[in-house]
């Protein structure tokens, strides 16, 4: 499907907005915003997309396709975001499809880096989402490979892991805003820090997640309801409820709000409260 794509994200504390245009499975990016926006998603968001489509020229009958950042995020930004593109998108009569946050922080990276890139969302409860990509320039352009689905992990069980693989890497996510000191200090010389203005996704990194996953034939989506949100474990509240009832705790949902358990599919996932 051709035509101009709306692509934004709101799992993080940054709200990152991006549009281009799709032929086929190549998007040329057309204009992107990023801005922090802490617990300012909601009121936010949509302003913001309307100011950056009349930037461009480009209006709401030229959108063709909406694309969201599904998570691992905050349990309130990746819902924002996924049901705010919901409602765009059947609005707007349209496709949705979905990208994980850490993806487009992974393609969002500026160029000039080859080699491993360790992405670290920041899950709350003193956890992280760990995921590492594999980067590289290939003849028509950069190549991001994930290795593994999303999850959540303690900080240092997952700079032990690291730090096992033996392999240089750089380092980026609003995790390391809390936990940079233990990832260095288990990785020693093998970890660099990215710069901190690329820890967080941005409108051209959704863009180009997405169209790896079309060139990949991987597309998530399409109907508005086939898109949900990516998590790793259930919410703060479910948790609490469950103990009140002494109900066992409910085994973490590998995507949406509910489904197969992580364990079972170990299929991408994450999310913080």
């Not at 245009?21 to 990023?34: F, I, K, L, Q």
């Not at 290795?147 to 980026?172: I, T």
Request: with cysteine; hydrophobic share 45%; glycine share 14%.
């Amino acid at each position: 499907m051709n035509g101009h794509v709306v692509a934004f994200d709101t799992a993080t504390e940054s709200c990152a907005i991006g549009v281009g245009v799709r032929e086929e499975c190549d998007v040329t990016v057309v204009a992107s915003h990023d801005f922090a926006a802490p617990r300012a998603a909601m009121s936010g968001l949509l302003p913001a997309i309307s100011a950056l489509l009349a930037k461009t020229g480009v209006s709401l009958d030229d959108v063709t396709q909406v694309v969201v950042g599904r998570g691992p995020g905050s349990f309130t930004g990746v819902r924002i975001g996924v049901a705010t593109a919901k409602g765009f998108a059947h609005g707007l009569g349209v496709p949705l499809f979905g990208v994980g946050t850490l993806d487009a922080i992974a393609w969002g990276m500026p160029s000039g880096y080859e080699g491993t890139l360790g992405v670290l969302g920041d899950a709350m409860r003193g956890e992280v989402y760990p995921a590492l990509f594999d980067v590289a320039e290939g003849a028509d352009g950069r190549v991001v490979r994930r290795r593994a689905p999303d999850h959540v992990a303690k900080p240092d069980v997952a700079a032990a892991e690291w730090a096992r693989l033996g392999e240089r890497m750089l380092l980026a996510g609003n995790g390391l805003a809390k936990y940079a000191d233990t990832f260095v200090a288990t990785l020693g010389a093998a970890a660099t820090l990215a710069a901190a203005e690329s820890w967080a996704p941005t409108g051209v990194g959704l863009l180009r997640a997405f169209e790896a996953s079309c060139r990949e034939n991987v597309l998530v989506g399409g109907e508005p309801g086939a898109v949900l949100p990516v998590y790793t474990r259930v919410s703060d509240a479910e948790e609490a409820e469950r103990a009140r009832e002494g109900v066992a705790p409910a085994a973490p949902p590998a995507t949406g709000v509910d489904g197969p358990s992580a364990d079972a599919s170990r299929s991408g996932s994450g999310e913080t409260p």
